[in-house]
C-alpha cells in the first residue's frame, strides 16, 4: 500500500509520539510493536532504570546502549516524511479558490479548502480519494469554524444547547428546534461560554502541568541525592570492609608472634628435659655395662657394692624429677579458641547493615515475583522503617488487557500487607504507590496466575525402581529440599521436583518396604514399614533411629506427628483404630477408637492427620466417612459423610491438612477441599482426570497452592492446581 493510500486511513494523532504528544522523531518500536520516539525513551530509560510500553504495559530490561540498536518503524518514518514535504510545500490558497488550504488530495496532487473538498466528495469518481488533513493553525481553524458546513460561505448565526448543532440562516433544523421550543442560544453566546470553558480548563491543566513538573524536578533531586548516597554508602563499606580485614590482620599477628613466643620458651624447656635425661640415661648404661662385667667374679663384691649405691642415687635424682612440676610437664596441649562473640555477631548482625530513609518502601524479595492459582488469595509484604504515614499506600491490580481486580492495604507494627486476588488466568502486575510519591522498591511485583485443574502425571512408578518392582504408590510427601518423595511398598524411594521431573533415587539401609511417610522436622521422618509391621524413625540418611510398635501394630498405614505434644498417631487398618506412641521414647501411650460403624468406631483405618489447634481427623475407609476427635481422644463429630456426590466420601484414603487449615480428602475416585469444620468447598480433580484409589496426599507448594496424589491403582503421581 502506497504512502497517499495510507494517508487516507491516517490522522494528525497517529503520527504523534504517545509520550511526547509531538510528530515523531525517529520513532523506535518495541517488541510489542508500539512505537515512541528514541528521544522519549532514552528519556524514561533515565528517570526510571527501565522501558514500560505506555500502551500495553509490558516492561522491557533494557541498556542505554541497546535503545539505538531497536528497529526502525520504517513505515511512521516514512509517513512523517511524506506528510512533511507536503505540509512545505502548501500554497497560501485553495488551488480551486482563494480559502486557506485544509486538504490534500494526493489522487488529484490539489490542496483545498473545506468547502472545496465537500464539493469534490460529491463526486462519485472521486469519493475514493485518498486525502489527508493538513495541519493548519489554530487561529485559522476557529475563523472557519464559523462557516456553516452544509451551506457554504454561510456564517453560523445560532446554536442549539439541546441538539448541541449550530445553524446558519439557511439551515432547517433550527426551525424544528425552535417549534420544539430547544434551547436556542446566538453564536456568539456559544463561543464565549465554550471558549470560557476552555480557558478554565485550560487553566487547571497547567496547573497540573506545573505540579507534575514540580514532583518530576523532586523525584530528579532525589535521584540524584540516591545516588549520591549509593557511592557514598559503596565507598563507606569498602572502608569498613577493609578497616575488619586490617584489624583482623593486626590481631593474627600478635597472636602469631605470642605463638612463636610460646613456642620458643616451651623449646628450651623440653630442650633441658631431654638432655638431662640423656645424660642419666648414659649414667644408667655406663653402670649397666660395669654390673655385668662383676658376674661371677665375687672378688668384685666392693665394686659392686659401688655401683649399687650409684644405681640409688640415680633413682633417687629420677624420682626428684618427677616431683619437679616444671620436668614433669612435657606434653604440651596448645589450642585455638575464636571469639565466640565475634562469631555470633557475624552470624547474626554481619559486618553492617543498609537502611532506606526518606520515605522508601521495600517489597519483601520473595514477594517480588509470585505465582498463584487462578482465584487463590495472595498478599504481599511492604515494609517501611517509618510508621508516621499509616494509610499512605495504595495497590493497583491488572493485567495486559486492562483488567483490574481489588487489593487492600493493611498496616501492622512497620509492615505493610497488600492482599488480592486475580481471576484470569495470565500475567498480572501489582502497582505499588507511596501517597508521597517516595520509591517502592520491588514495585511493580510480578504475578503469573496458574489454570487450576491437572498440571501433570508421574506416569509408571516402578520404572525408577529396583525392589518390588510389582508395588503400586502408596504415598508422596514433600521432602526438605522442596522435592517430592514417592513411596511404593519397597525400600526404593524416588525423588521428583514440583514440576514432576525425576532428581533421583534413593535406597533405605533397611530392608524395610515403605508404605505412607510423615516429615518431622530436623531432617528426621517417619515411615510405615509394611514388611516388620512397625513404624520407623530415620535420619536425613535414612538410617534408623527408633522403631514404634513391634508386636502391637499388624497393618501400620498413615502416620502423622503432633509436634507440640510430641504425640506419633499410626492408622492401623487390621486393628481399626489409631495408635498414638511418644515419639521420644517410642512408648505407646494409648490407642483411639475400636472396630464398628458407629460414630467413634472405625472400620479398616486408613489414614489419619492433625489439625493446626491439635484435634485428630481419621480417615475411615469401610464406613465411608471422615471423623475428628479432640486431644483427649472424645469424638468431636463427623465431618463428611458417605456418598457418591461431591462433598461425600466413598472409601477415603488420604488426608492432609493445607497451610490455610483447610483438608484436602482423597477417596476413589475424586480428590475434594473441605473446610475445617467439613464444609465442601470445591472439588480439586476432573472426572476425566484419571483418579484411581488415589491414597497418600501432599501438599507440595503454597503459591500456586499445589497437591500430588499417589494414584495408586494406576501407579503414578497426578499433581494437581487448586
Known amino acids: 500500500m502506497s504512502a497517499k493510500t495510507v494517508l487516507k486511513f491516517f490522522d494528525q494523532r497517529d503520527l504523534e509520539c504517545s509520550i511526547c504528544l509531538q510528530r515523531f522523531t525517529d520513532p523506535k518500536a518495541l517488541n510489542c510493536l508500539h512505537t515512541y520516539c528514541l528521544n522519549c525513551l532514552q528519556d524514561l530509560m533515565r528517570r526510571h532504570g527501565k522501558i514500560r510500553c505506555q500502551k500495553c504495559r509490558e516492561t522491557y530490561d533494557l541498556k542505554d546502549g541497546d535503545l539505538k540498536h531497536l528497529k526502525c518503524n520504517e513505515t511512521i518514518s516514512y509517513l512523517v516524511e511524506y506528510v512533511e514535504k507536503i505540509e512545505s510545500e502548501k500554497p497560501e490558497t485553495c488551488s480551486r479558490c482563494l480559502n486557506q488550504p485544509q486538504h490534500y488530495c494526493s489522487e488529484c496532487e490539489m490542496y483545498m479548502c473545506r468547502q472545496c473538498i465537500q464539493q469534490h466528495?460529491?463526486?462519485?469518481?472521486?469519493?475514493?480519494?485518498?486525502?489527508?488533513?493538513?495541519?493548519?493553525?489554530?487561529?485559522?481553524?476557529?475563523?472557519?469554524?464559523?462557516?456553516?458546513?452544509?451551506?457554504?460561505?454561510?456564517?453560523?448565526?445560532?446554536?442549539?444547547?439541546?441538539?448541541?448543532?449550530?445553524?446558519?440562516?439557511?439551515?432547517?433544523?433550527?426551525?424544528?428546534?425552535?417549534?420544539?421550543?430547544?434551547?436556542?442560544?446566538?453564536?456568539?453566546?456559544?463561543?464565549?461560554?465554550?471558549?470560557?470553558?476552555?480557558?478554565?480548563?485550560m487553566k487547571t491543566a497547567e496547573g497540573i502541568k506545573r505540579k507534575l513538573k514540580e514532583r518530576l524536578d523532586v523525584i530528579t533531586k532525589d535521584r540524584s541525592e540516591f545516588e549520591s548516597n549509593l557511592k557514598l554508602s559503596r565507598t563507606a563499606i569498602e572502608i569498613h570492609k577493609k578497616t575488619i580485614i586490617r584489624k583482623v590482620k593486626e590481631e593474627t599477628k600478635i597472636m602469631m608472634a605470642n605463638l612463636k613466643q610460646i613456642y620458643k620458651d616451651q623449646s628450651k624447656v623440653i630442650d633441658r628435659q631431654v638432655k638431662s635425661i640423656e645424660f642419666k640415661l648414659t649414667q644408667v648404661n655406663t653402670l649397666m655395662e660395669s654390673i655385668k662385667k662383676t658376674m661371677n667374679k665375687p672378688t668384685e663384691t666392693e665394686n659392686l657394692a659401688s655401683y649399687q649405691t650409684t644405681i640409688t642415687v640415680v633413682e633417687n635424682d629420677a624420682a626428684a624429677d618427677e616431683l619437679d612440676k616444671s620436668f614433669t610437664k612435657t606434653r604440651i596441649t596448645l589450642k585455638f579458641i575464636p571469639s565466640p562473640q565475634l562469631v555470633e555477631l557475624m552470624n547474626h548482625e554481619g559486618v553492617g547493615r543498609l537502611i532506606t530513609v526518606g520515605?522508601?518502601?521495600?517489597?519483601?524479595?520473595?514477594?517480588?515475583?509470585?505465582?498463584?492459582?487462578?482465584?487463590?488469595?495472595?498478599?504481599?509484604?511492604?515494609?517501611?522503617?517509618?510508621?508516621?504515614d499509616v494509610g499512605k499506600l495504595t495497590a493497583t491490580l491488572s493485567n495486559s488487557s486492562g483488567a483490574k481486580s481489588a487489593t487492600e492495604v493493611t498496616h501492622r507494627k512497620g509492615e505493610y500487607t497488600v492482599t488480592g486476588r486475580c481471576d484470569l488466568e495470565g500475567d498480572w502486575h501489582m502497582d505499588i504507590n507511596d501517597g508521597d510519591m517516595s520509591h517502592v522498591i520491588g514495585s511493580?511485583?510480578?504475578?503469573?496466575?496458574?489454570?487450576?485443574?491437572?498440571?501433570?502425571?508421574?506416569?509408571?512408578?516402578?520404572?525408577?525402581?529396583?525392589?518390588?518392582?510389582?508395588?503400586?504408590?502408596?504415598?508422596?510427601?514433600?521432602?526438605?529440599?522442596?522435592?517430592?518423595?514417592?513411596?511404593?511398598y519397597s525400600k526404593d524411594l524416588i525423588k521428583f521436583d514440583q514440576s514432576g521431573s525425576f532428581v533421583s533415587k534413593i535406597q533405605i539401609p533397611q530392608n524395610v518396604q515403605v508404605n505412607r511417610m510423615h516429615q518431622i522436622g530436623n531432617g528426621h521422618m517417619v515411615y510405615s514399614d509394611e514388611l516388620g509391621k512397625c513404624v520407623v524413625m530415620c535420619d536425613n540418611q535414612y538410617h534408623e533411629i527408633r522403631t514404634f510398635?513391634?508386636?502391637?501394630?499388624?497393618?501400620?498405614?498413615?502416620?502423622?506427628?503432633?509436634?507440640?505434644?510430641?504425640?506419633?498417631?499410626?492408622?492401623?487398618?487390621?486393628?481399626?483404630?489409631?495408635?498414638?506412641?511418644?515419639?521420644?521414647?517410642?512408648?505407646?501411650?494409648?490407642?483411639?477408637?475400636?472396630?464398628?460403624?458407629?460414630?467413634?468406631?472405625?472400620?479398616?483405618?486408613?489414614?489419619?492427620?492433625?489439625?493446626?489447634?491439635?484435634?485428630?481427623?481419621?480417615?475411615?475407609?469401610?464406613?465411608?466417612?471422615?471423623?475428628?476427635?479432640?486431644?483427649n481422644d472424645k469424638l468431636i463429630k463427623i465431618l463428611v459423610g458417605s456418598g457418591v456426590e461431591d462433598g461425600k466420601v466413598k472409601g477415603p484414603y488420604g488426608i492432609t491438612i493445607d497451610m490455610d487449615g483447610n483438608m484436602i480428602v482423597s477417596s476413589n475416585p475424586k480428590l475434594q477441599l473441605f473446610d475445617q469444620n467439613g464444609k465442601f468447598i470445591k472439588r480439586i480433580d476432573n472426572k476425566d482426570d484419571g483418579l484411581d484409589i488415589p491414597s497418600g496426599i501432599a501438599v507440595i507448594s503454597e503459591r500456586p497452592r499445589r497437591v500430588a496424589v499417589a494414584n495408586h491403582r494406576a501407579n503414578n503421581v497426578k499433581i494437581f492446581n487448586y
Do not use: W
Not at 138 to 164: A, G, M, P, V
Not at 363 to 387: H, M
Open 359 to 388: 520515605g522508601v518502601h521495600n517489597v519483601n524479595k520473595e514477594d517480588e515475583n509470585i505465582s498463584v492459582t487462578k482465584g487463590q488469595p495472595f498478599s504481599v509484604r511492604v515494609s517501611r522503617l517509618a510508621e508516621s
Open 121 to 201: 466528495k460529491m463526486f462519485p469518481t472521486l469519493e475514493n480519494h485518498s486525502l489527508y488533513t493538513l495541519d493548519t493553525d489554530i487561529e485559522e481553524q476557529s475563523e472557519d469554524s464559523l462557516n456553516c458546513q452544509n451551506h457554504l460561505n454561510k456564517k453560523l448565526e445560532d446554536y442549539c444547547r439541546t441538539c448541541k448543532l449550530p445553524a446558519c440562516e439557511d439551515c432547517k433544523h433550527i426551525v424544528r428546534c425552535y417549534r420544539n421550543k430547544h434551547e436556542v442560544i446566538p453564536m456568539k453566546i456559544a463561543l464565549n461560554e465554550i471558549n470560557t470553558t476552555v480557558t478554565e480548563t
Open 444 to 488: 511493580p511485583v510480578s504475578i503469573k496466575v496458574e489454570p487450576v485443574g491437572l498440571v501433570h502425571t508421574i506416569d509408571n512408578i516402578s520404572e525408577y525402581k529396583e525392589h518390588s518392582k510389582t508395588n503400586k504408590v502408596t504415598d508422596v510427601v514433600l521432602d526438605t529440599d522442596g522435592c517430592m518423595l514417592v513411596s511404593s
Open 549 to 631: 510398635g513391634k508386636g502391637v501394630l499388624k497393618y501400620p498405614d498413615g502416620v502423622t506427628v503432633n509436634q507440640k505434644t510430641r504425640m506419633l498417631y499410626v492408622a492401623d487398618r487390621e486393628c481399626h483404630c489409631v495408635f498414638k506412641f511418644n515419639i521420644d521414647d517410642g512408648s505407646l501411650l494409648d490407642k483411639i477408637g475400636s472396630k464398628g460403624s458407629e460414630a467413634g468406631e472405625m472400620n479398616k483405618t486408613q489414614d489419619v492427620a492433625v489439625t493446626n489447634e491439635g484435634h485428630v481427623i481419621v480417615a475411615d475407609l469401610d464406613n465411608h466417612r471422615i471423623q475428628m476427635f479432640d486431644g
